[in-house]
C-alpha cells in the first residue's frame, strides 16, 4: 500500500467536513444563544465548501483508493451533491422551527454534519467495511436528532423504537456480510464481485447472507415487512428531524443498496430479484393503502415513504444499468418532493403550533394562494401525474420493469400508485375545496420562502424539462458501474 | 408555408396566458383577470387559423410537423402534428375556449383568475393531445389536463362537488395508468420507440393486441364515457360549474373518442376487429338504454349530461363500422356534438343563473318571459334530436347508413336513438319551455343580455352552417380517414 499523499485527495471533502463540524463543535460551545448564526452560518460554509471540492475533483471514471476501501466515481460525485443541497435545504427550513421550541443549538448542526459525513462515506464506500461504518455513523446521528427533544416523551419513544430497531438491523446486516466474507474470503465489493461471478460451492451460505443482507437494507430503507419503525419515527420526531430523515438519508441509502447489489452481489441478481419483487410489491400495497387511513400529515407522508421506496425498488430489481439510473433518478425526484412537502409543514408551523394534521392545510388556498399552488404541485408530483417530475421518475422505473418482462408488476405498480392518488388529491381537495379554520398570517422569512419556491417549481420544471436531471443520472450509474 | 410553429404557438399561448391571469393575483384584480383571460383565448383562436388557411385536404400525411428531442434518455420527442383527424378538433377545442371565458364573465366572481387561468391552461393541454405524434407527449397531455379540470369541478361546483372531483379523477386515472403500462410495452416492441406513427406499423401478437386493446379500451372508454364506465359523468356534469361541463361535454369527451382513432384502431387493428362487436355491443348498449336513461331525469344537466353518452356511443360505433362512412359519421358527430352540448349546456347555465335550479319541475312558461332564449333553446333542443338542417342529424345519419351496410340490426338499435333523443329532449323542452308559469320566481326571469346572445348567436351558426353545408368537414377528415382504414385493413400479426 502506497502511502503517498495523493491517495487522500479523493477524500477532500470528507476530511474537509470532519474538520469543519470538529471546528463548530469547539466554536459553538463558546457561543451564546443570541450568536447561534455563527454555527448556522458555517455550515452552510462547510456544505459549500464541500461543494466545491466535489466539483474540483469530479472523476470521469472509478478510482478506487486507500486499499480499496473507498471510491470515487460520478456515482459518488453526483449523489454527494444531492446530498449536500438536500441538507444545506433541511437547514434552511427547518432555522425558525428549531429557534422556535428551543432546539437551535450547535448539538443540530453538528449531529447533521456528522451524519452527512456518514452519508458520504456510504457513498463512496467500496469495502463492506466502510459501508458499515458509514451506515452507523449516519445512525447514530440520527438517533441523537430525533431524541434532541429530550423533554418530548413522543421524540424519545421514536428515538428509542428507531435506535433498536436500527440497530437489529446493522445487526442482520453485519450477520449477512459476515456470511459474504465467509463465502468469498473478501470484504471488498470488487473481489467480492469478482469471486461469485467466478462461481462458488457454498451456495446455502451464500443465499443465507443475500437473505440476510436483503433484509437489513430492507430495515435500513423501510420496505414492507421491515418498516415498523417508519411511521413511528416520522410522527414522533420533531418535524424538522422528520425533514432530515425523510430526505438526504435516501439518497445514501439508495447507495448503499447499489453498492452492494449492483457492484458486490450483481452476478446473484437472480437470487435477490424476487426477494426485491416481494418487497416492492408489500411496500407499494402497505404504504398506500395504510396512508389513507392517516389524519396526521407526517405519519400520511411516513407510509407514503413507504410505498415510494417500494417503487424505487423497482427500478433497483430491474438489475440492469437502466434500472439502476430510474432508481437513482426516482430517489432523487423523491427527495425533491419529500423536502418541499415536509418543509411545507415546517414552513405553516409557528411556535406553539404544529402543522401536522391535515386539517390545518384547510383552505390554504385563501390564506397563501402561492404556498398552496406549490403544494399542489408537490402532491401530484407525489401522485406522479404529469406535468409534474414524479411522474418521470414513476416512468423510468416502470420503464425498467417492462424492460426485464416483468408487465405483471408494472401493472400491480400502476394499480397502488392509483389508490396513492387518492391521498394526495385529498389534501389538494383540503387546500382548495374547504374553507380555513386556521387564518392566522403565515409568518416566515423570505428566504425560506424563496427556497421553497424554488423547491416547489423544481418540481415543475423538471417535469417539463426532465432530460438533464434524467442525463445526469444516467450518466452517473453508466460511467460507474 | 409557414416559418413558425404554428403548433406549438396553439398550445403554449393560452398555458401562458394563463399563467399571465394567474399572475394578476386576487379578486382585487377581477376585471384585469377577465380581459387578459379573454384576449388569451381569442389570440389562441387567431394562432389557430392558419391550421386551416394552410391544411393540404390532399394528403393523408401529418402537416404542420414539428419534432425535437425532448428526453433523450427515454427517446421521447416533442414531436408534434395534425391531420384531418386532429385538426378540426383543435380549432373546437380552441373556439370553445373563447365561449367558456365570455360565459363565466359574469357568473364567476370567486377566484376569478383562478378560474380563467385553469380553463386557459386546460385549453392548452387539449390542443397538445389532438397534437401530440409522441406517445409520452400524448400521456402528459392527457393525464395533464385532469389537474385544471380537477380543480374547476372541485372549487366551483354545486354541492356534491368534493364527490364528483375525486370520482371524475380516480376513475380517468385508472384507466390512463394501464395505458402508460401498454405505452411503455410499445416502445420496447417497436425496437425503443415512443412515436406512434412507428407504432402504426409494428408487428404485434395476437394476445399483446388483445390486452392493450382492453387496456386501451378502459382508458379512452372512461373518457367517452361509455357504458358501463360512464358513472362519473353525470356526478362531474352535475356539479361543475356552467363553464366546466361546456369544457366536459364538447372537449374532453372527444379526447376518449380521439383515443380510439389515434391509438386502438391503427396500432391494434386485428384486435380492432376481432372484438369490434364488444364495442359495437357496448355502443348500442350507450345509445339504446341511456336514452332511456335520459328520458327519467329530473334534473336538466343530468339529463343533457346522459344524452351526452347516448350521443358518443354513436361515434364509436361509427367507428367500429370499419367503413369511411362511419368514420366520418363519427368524427362529424363529435363537432357537432361539441357545439349542441356546449349550447345546451349554456342554456341551462342561463337559466340557472336566473333561478339557481336546475330541476326541470321548478321551470315552466319560461316563453312567456324570455321569448328569445326559447328559440335559441329550441334550435338547439331540436339539434340534440336530430332534426334534419342542424348538425346533429348529419352524424347521426352518416353512422346509421354506415351500420345498416354492416348489419341491419346494429342500424335498427342505432336508430332508436332518434326517437328516444326526440323523445327525451322535446319532453324536457316542453316542461321547461311551454305551459303555465307555476312557479312565481319564473315570472321575474330577466331577458338573455348581449353577452348571453352572442355566446347562443355564435353556437346557433355554427349548428345550422354544418347542418346544412357539412362538406367542408368531411373534405377535412376524408383523406386521413381512408388512410386509417388502410391501417386497419391490414393485419400485423408476425
Request: aromatic share 12%; net charge neutral; charged share 10%.
Amino acid at each position: 500500500m502506497s502511502t503517498s499523499l495523493s491517495q487522500f485527495i479523493p477524500l477532500l471533502p470528507e476530511i474537509f467536513v470532519l474538520v469543519m463540524v470538529s471546528l463548530i463543535l469547539i466554536i459553538d460551545a463558546a457561543l451564546g444563544d443570541s450568536k447561534r448564526y455563527v454555527s448556522y452560518a458555517l455550515s452552510l460554509l462547510t456544505l459549500a465548501g464541500a461543494t466545491f471540492l466535489t466539483l474540483q475533483d469530479f472523476s470521469a471514471a472509478p478510482l478506487v483508493t486507500m486499499g480499496g476501501l473507498f471510491v470515487d466515481d460520478p456515482l459518488s460525485d453526483v449523489l454527494k451533491l444531492f446530498l449536500y443541497l438536500s441538507v444545506a435545504v433541511v437547514m434552511v427550513y427547518s432555522r425558525d422551527y428549531l429557534r422556535q421550541r428551543g432546539l437551535y443549538k450547535g448539538e443540530f448542526f453538528v449531529l447533521a454534519l456528522f451524519a452527512l459525513l456518514g452519508m458520504m462515506v456510504m457513498v463512496s464506500a467500496s469495502h463492506f467495511l466502510t459501508l458499515y461504518l458509514g451506515l452507523e455513523l449516519l445512525s447514530l446521528s440520527l438517533y441523537a436528532m430525533v431524541a434532541l427533544q429530550r423533554d418530548s416523551s413522543v421524540a424519545t419513544e421514536a428515538a428509542m423504537k428507531y435506535f433498536v430497531l436500527g440497530a437489529l438491523a446493522s445487526g442482520m446486516l453485519l450477520y449477512g456480510m459476515s456470511m459474504i466474507y465467509g463465502v468469498t474470503g473478501s470484504l471488498a465489493l470488487a473481489d467480492i464481485s469478482q469471486m461469485l461471478a467466478d462461481g462458488t460451492d457454498l451456495r446455502i451460505p451464500l443465499v443465507f447472507g443475500i437473505v440476510f443482507i436483503v433484509a437489513g437494507l430492507a430495515f435500513k430503507l423501510g420496505a414492507v415487512p421491515f418498516h415498523m419503525w417508519v411511521p413511528d419515527v416520522y410522527h414522533g420526531a420533531p418535524t424538522a428531524m422528520t425533514l432530515f430523515i425523510g430526505s438526504a438519508p435516501k439518497i445514501a441509502a439508495f447507495a448503499f443498496v447499489v453498492r452492494i447489489l449492483g457492484q458486490g452481489l450483481e452476478s446473484q441478481l437472480t437470487e435477490w430479484r424476487d426477494m426485491l419483487v416481494i418487497l416492492a410489491v408489500l411496500s407499494m400495497a402497505v404504504g398506500n393503502l395504510a396512508a389513507i387511513a392517516q389524519t396526521n400529515l407526517k405519519r400520511m407522508l411516513a407510509y407514503s415513504t413507504i410505498s415510494h421506496m417500494g417503487f424505487m425498488l423497482l427500478g433497483i430489481l430491474a438489475g440492469s444499468n437502466n434500472g439502476f439510473g430510474s432508481a437513482m433518478f426516482y430517489v432523487v425526484v423523491y427527495t425533491l418532493m419529500s423536502l418541499g412537502s415536509f418543509g411545507m409543514i415546517l414552513l405553516l408551523s409557528r411556535a406553539g403550533f404544529e402543522a401536522d394534521q391535515l386539517d390545518d392545510f384547510k383552505g390554504l388556498n385563501r390564506r397563501s394562494p402561492w404556498l398552496a399552488f406549490l403544494m399542489l404541485l408537490l402532491m401530484f408530483s407525489m401522485a406522479g401525474v404529469p406535468p409534474t417530475v414524479g411522474f418521470y421518475a414513476k416512468l423510468a422505473v416502470l420503464q425498467a420493469v417492462v424492460e426485464i418482462q416483468y408487465i405483471w408488476l408494472a401493472v400491480v405498480a400502476v394499480l397502488f400508485s392509483l389508490i396513492g392518488a387518492f391521498y394526495y388529491l385529498r389534501i389538494v381537495k383540503l387546500m382548495y375545496f374547504d374553507q380555513p379554520h386556521d387564518t392566522s398570517p403565515i409568518e416566515t422569512g423570505i428566504d425560506v420562502r424563496l427556497i421553497m419556491s424554488v423547491n416547489g417549481i423544481a418540481v415543475l420544471a423538471f417535469g417539463v424539462l426532465p432530460q438533464p436531471l434524467m442525463a445526469v443520472c444516467v450518466h452517473a450509474i453508466g460511467a460507474s458501474l | 408555408m409557414f416559418g413558425f410553429p404554428i403548433l406549438t404557438l396553439v398550445i403554449w399561448v393560452p398555458i401562458l396566458a394563463g399563467a399571465l391571469v394567474l399572475a394578476t393575483g386576487s379578486d382585487r384584480n377581477a376585471a384585469l383577470a377577465r380581459w387578459i383571460a379573454l384576449a388569451g383565448s381569442v389570440l389562441g383562436l387567431i394562432v389557430a387559423i392558419p391550421l386551416i388557411t394552410g391544411f393540404d385536404v390532399a394528403t393523408s400525411n401529418m402537416q404542420f410537423v414539428e419534432k425535437q428531442p425532448w428526453i433523450e434518455a427515454l427517446n421521447v420527442h416533442y414531436h408534434l402534428g395534425v391531420d384531418g383527424i386532429s385538426m378540426p378538433l383543435i380549432l373546437l377545442n380552441s373556439f370553445i375556449t373563447v365561449l367558456v371565458v365570455i360565459a363565466g364573465w359574469q357568473v364567476i366572481q370567486d377566484k376569478v383568475a383562478q378560474y380563467m387561468a385553469a380553463f386557459l391552461i386546460m385549453s392548452g393541454l387539449i390542443n397538445g393531445v389532438f397534437a401530440a405524434l409522441d406517445g409520452i407527449l400524448f400521456y402528459v397531455f392527457f393525464e395533464g389536463m385532469l389537474i385544471p379540470l380537477y380543480l374547476i369541478v372541485g372549487v366551483w361546483g354545486g354541492p356534491n362537488r368534493v364527490y364528483a372531483a375525486f370520482k371524475f379523477f380516480l376513475y380517468t386515472l385508472l384507466g390512463s395508468l394501464l395505458m402508460l403500462v401498454s405505452l411503455i410495452y410499445l416502445y420496447f416492441q417497436s425496437g425503443g420507440s415512443f412515436d406512434i406513427q412507428t407504432w402504426h406499423t409494428t408487428t404485434l401478437g395476437m394476445t399483446a393486441q388483445t390486452l392493450m386493446f382492453f387496456a386501451f379500451l378502459l382508458a379512452f372508454g372512461v373518457k367517452v364515457p361509455m357504458w358501463p364506465v360512464h358513472t362519473w359523468l353525470p356526478d362531474a356534469h352535475v356539479e361543475a360549474p356552467t363553464g366546466g361541463s361546456v369544457v366536459l361535454a364538447a372537449i374532453t369527451l372527444k379526447v376518449g373518442a380521439y383515443g380510439f382513432l389515434r391509438f386502438i384502431l391503427p396500432i391494434l387493428p386485428d384486435a380492432s376487429q376481432e372484438y369490434a362487436w364488444f364495442v359495437i355491443a357496448l355502443s348500442l348498449i350507450a345509445v339504446a338504454y341511456i336514452g332511456l336513461v335520459a328520458l327519467v331525469q329530473a334534473d336538466m344537466k343530468k339529463l343533457i349530461a346522459y344524452s351526452s353518452i347516448a350521443h358518443m356511443g354513436f361515434v364509436t360505433l361509427g367507428f367500429f363500422m370499419f367503413n369511411p362512412l362511419g368514420l366520418e359519421g363519427g368524427l362529424v358527430q363529435m363537432i357537432s356534438h361539441g357545439f349542441v352540448s356546449a349550447a345546451l349546456f349554456l342554456c341551462i347555465g342561463v337559466m340557472y343563473d336566473r333561478l339557481h335550479s336546475r330541476q326541470i319541475k321548478d321551470y315552466g312558461g319560461l316563453v312567456n318571459k324570455m321569448p328569445v332564449f326559447a328559440a335559441f333553446f329550441m334550435l338547439f333542443a331540436m339539434a340534440n334530436a336530430g332534426l334534419p338542417a342542424t348538425s346533429g342529424f348529419v352524424g347521426e345519419f352518416m353512422v346509421i347508413m354506415a351500420a345498416v351496410k354492416v348489419n341491419f340490426w346494429f342500424a335498427f338499435v342505432a336508430a332508436t336513438t332518434l326517437i328516444f333523443g326526440a323523445a327525451y329532449t322535446l319532453w324536457m323542452y316542453k316542461r321547461v319551455v311551454f305551459g303555465n308559469v307555476t312557479n312565481p320566481h319564473v315570472e321575474e326571469m330577466q331577458h338573455v343580455n348581449a353577452r348571453e346572445i352572442l355566446l347562443l348567436g355564435v353556437l346557433a351558426i355554427c349548428v345550422l352552417g354544418m347542418g346544412l353545408y357539412p362538406k367542408p368537414f368531411t373534405d377535412v377528415m376524408h383523406v386521413s380517414v381512408v388512410d386509417l382504414l388502410a391501417h386497419v385493413a391490414q393485419s400485423k400479426l408476425p
